[in-house]
């Protein structure tokens, strides 16, 4: 089966599809200097973006892996997630508390979607 990476450069793909399935790297704002809404607002729109990209979208979520940096966070970035989510399409889904990359960031988010 074939493997198709999307916007590689030396260290990862944004995107990769196997078959009918999609992974894309770990997605974080756009803007980091927002707060914990405006930051899962523009990491949920990268992600959409990039699923279009590969002909999939939102609602073909399989599985989402939702990184916080801090545990307190979770209520408000909920409040933008089920706001976005297609109503009766939410993937399978965890979220867990973790170091970042920059400590601006507050949150990460890794997909698996079907095309």
């Known amino acids: 089966m074939e493997i198709t990476r999307y916007q590689t450069k030396e260290r990862m793909s944004r995107a990769v599809v196997h078959g009918e399935t999609i992974y894309l790297c770990g997605q974080v704002a756009k ?29 073909r979520l399989l599985s989402v892996t939702i990184y916080l940096a801090d545990m307190t966070l979770f209520k408000e970035m909920n409040e933008v997630w089920d706001a976005w989510v ?30």
């Open 86 to 115: 297609t109503p009766g399409q939410a993937p399978a889904r965890a979220c867990v508390q973790a170091a970042m990359a920059r400590p601006e960031l507050l949150v990460e988010m890794s997909v698996i979607a079907a095309r």
């Open 31 to 59: 803007d980091d200097t927002a707060d914990i809404k405006g930051q899962t607002a523009t990491t949920l729109e990268k992600i959409e973006d990039l699923l279009t990209s590969v002909d999939s979208g939102k609602d």
